[in-house]
């Protein structure tokens, strides 16, 4: 990761659910990890079923 850019930006990664690839947005705010609030439901609800602390 490069430190001189905002980590925002560096994100690369796909959906967590699904793998689709996703668009950060420049700014400030969150890094987008779902496509849809829908597969973040579902994500988190997988990992607790799996005994994670989501």
Known sequence: MDMTKPAKI???DGCLHC???LTQVRGQGRI??????YHGE??????RALG???
Request: charge should be positive; charged fraction near 25%; include cysteine.
């Open 52 to 54: 994670f602390p989501v």
């Open 32 to 37: 987008r990890k779902f496509c849809s609030g």
């Open 42 to 47: 579902a994500y988190r609800r997988r990992m």
């Open 19 to 21: 793998g689709a690839p």
């Open 10 to 12: 560096q994100y690369a």
